[in-house]
């Protein structure tokens, strides 16, 4: 039947048959390739050939089988008609001729080039795909169906399932990765408080509180003069409210319903008790992401932080759960830490009492945070030993000195950071009496 079509009919369903197999093989790819999560975007926008995609990729192997299906006829016949120019055109000999060139081109034509395009352009490939391989789909479903009942029940022996689709939920560590490589489709600035709410739930409240001895709030012991200044001079919107120690806190006093009731009358201690709010205690263990969540709920925006014995350890506000979000509000890290000296030489004198957190992020560094606290505790335990002032010592590769101590804590440290790790400094000369880690 085929010796009686003229050559150059049988060429053109040649090309025909190739053009048709490069369809099928760049859907494949386009369709397997294109962003699931854009295309999800693209569907809740109503684009019509994204629908069609969504619909098609909800059983990848009924679309795989339609694909495979026309793909593998097409070639197959395209295969049959070569043979038949071949043997035409040089006899017997002809056939293993038509083989390597068909094999070429098919590679060529049909398959690299096609695939090629539909990995770098997904959507311009498989949206219009979607509009024929659908009807398709519908028209050759019984034998897709008999053909993946056989393909699903081999599967099966082997342990996997198929019928529901792929799992393209991300972890948190994907998503990270999605949000580092999202380039210049995200300000680098959002970017980073993005990546800081994933790390919000590797910190605890004992990380960002304000330690117990560094808490200002209104003693009722003291004289009202004393009380009253503090009020009007005061940096903060609430105090915690006690009796001669923390420990007896009370309460916690809004200094606008304090300043809204003296314009009335004047005020008394025994006022301040009344319009006092009750205190709200913050386990120190409890996640970051989780008291955010706690302060939004009780609505609250302060509370004291008590260990598991129940004796406070310090207070937290959800400012400094925010500010572990957005960052500082100023670029000179001594603007907005009293525990941070800037001086002349470029070097910064630092509390012990400063969280090793706060030192990370201000300065760049990455010291171990799930130890130790503070820089005091920290040292300690690095040294096993209070150490005397001058002593310099390399934590990771950071250089830190030591310039003022007491009988139990250490007071202070110096930083340079300037330093590069390894101990260089750029423009001076290192620092003396390393002892390294």
Not at 127 to 154: D, E, H, M, R
């Amino acid at each position: 039947m085929l010796d009686d079509i003229p050559l150059s009919t049988l060429f053109g369903v040649l090309a025909l048959l190739i053009f048709i197999s490069a369809f099928f093989s760049g859907s494949e790819t386009g369709l397997l390739s294109i962003n699931r999560y854009r295309l999800k975007h693209l569907k809740n926008e109503g684009r019509s050939g994204a629908i069609r995609a969504s619909k098609l990729l909800e059983r990848p192997d009924r679309l795989i089988g339609i694909i495979l299906l026309g793909n593998n006829f097409v070639n197959i016949l395209a295969s049959a008609i070569a043979t038949v120019i071949a043997i035409r055109l040089w006899g017997e000999s002809g056939i293993m001729i038509a083989t390597m060139l068909l094999t070429v081109v098919i590679l060529l034509f049909a398959e690299v080039a096609p695939k090629t395009v539909a990995a770098i352009h997904p959507e311009k490939i498989a949206f219009p795909a979607s509009y024929i391989l659908g009807p398709l789909l519908k028209i050759f479903y019984p034998i897709v169906w008999l053909i993946n009942t056989f393909a699903n029940g081999l599967l099966k022996l082997f342990g996997i399932r198929t019928g529901e689709g792929n799992n393209h939920l991300l972890s948190r560590d994907e998503l990270r990765t999605v949000v580092d490589e999202a380039g210049q489709m995200i300000p680098k600035s959002h970017q980073s408080m993005l990546l800081n709410i994933f790390d919000l739930e590797k910190a605890s409240v004992e990380e960002i509180m304000v330690p117990r001895n560094e808490i200002v709030g209104i003693d009722l012991e003291n004289s009202w003069e004393e009380i009253l200044e503090q009020i009007l001079n005061s940096q903060h919107t609430r105090l915690p409210v006690f009796n001669g120690d923390i420990d007896n806190s009370i309460g916690i006093l809004h200094l606008r319903k304090f300043l809204a009731l003296q314009k009335q009358k004047e005020v008394t201690k025994q006022d301040i008790k009344k319009i006092i709010k009750e205190m709200y205690y913050i386990p120190e263990s409890t996640p970051l992401n989780t008291q955010l969540l706690n302060f939004q709920k009780e609505r609250r925006r302060i509370g004291l932080v008590v260990d598991e014995y129940g004796d406070i350890q310090g207070l937290a506000t959800i400012e400094d759960i925010l500010e572990e979000i957005v960052g500082e509000f100023t670029t000179d890290p001594s603007d907005t830490h009293k525990e941070i000296h800037p001086q002349d030489d470029g070097s910064y004198l630092i509390d012990g009492t400063l969280s090793i957190r706060e030192l990370n992020r201000l300065f760049d560094w990455e010291l171990a945070t799930d130890g130790p606290k503070t820089v005091n505790g920290m040292v300690i335990e690095y040294l096993e030993t209070i150490p005397e002032a001058g002593t310099s010592l390399l934590i990771d590769n950071h250089p830190i000195e030591v310039v003022q101590t007491t009988n139990s804590s250490i007071k202070t440290v110096r930083i340079d950071p300037r330093l590069k790790k390894g101990g260089e400094r750029e423009h001076n000369a290192p620092s003396e009496n390393i002892i390294p880690k």
